[in-house]
């Protein structure tokens, strides 16, 4: 099955939020992007080979960076919900949802 990736407006803000922060601090929001590009390329390929974290709910970790993928199949459709650090409580998104 072929799976379509879906960021929704949330995912996108938090996305740009860390591409500014790291930009900010040190000069590697390209190296944010590829590193994140790189996984959500796995994610769309392989989603279920990501672990499930709460109630479909599945988070994939961002190589050499602290933030986390969270985000849910529904059917053909892989809905990005967050790109949050990893030192934030996940369980917000669980009661967002």
Do not use: C
């Given at each position: 099955m072929r799976f379509q990736l879906v960021i929704t407006g949330e995912a996108e803000a938090d996305i740009a939020d860390a591409?500014?922060?790291?930009?900010?601090?040190?000069?590697?929001?390209?190296?944010?992007i590829a590193?994140?590009?790189?996984?959500?390329?796995?994610?769309?390929?392989?989603p279920l080979a990501v672990a499930e974290v709460d109630h479909g709910i599945r988070r994939a970790v961002i190589a050499r960076f602290p933030y986390n993928i969270y985000f849910i199949v529904n059917?053909?459709?892989?809905?990005?919900?967050?790109?949050?650090?990893?030192?934030?409580?996940?369980r917000k998104l669980s009661a967002a949802g």
């Amino acid at each position: 099955m072929r799976f379509q990736l879906v960021i929704t407006g949330e995912a996108e803000a938090d996305i740009a939020d860390a591409i500014r922060w790291y930009d900010q601090q040190a000069g590697i929001g390209a190296d944010f992007i590829a590193a994140l590009d790189q996984r959500l390329t796995f994610i769309e390929q392989q989603p279920l080979a990501v672990a499930e974290v709460d109630h479909g709910i599945r988070r994939a970790v961002i190589a050499r960076f602290p933030y986390n993928i969270y985000f849910i199949v529904n059917g053909r459709f892989i809905n990005v919900l967050a790109v949050w650090h990893g030192g934030r409580d996940a369980r917000k998104l669980s009661a967002a949802g």
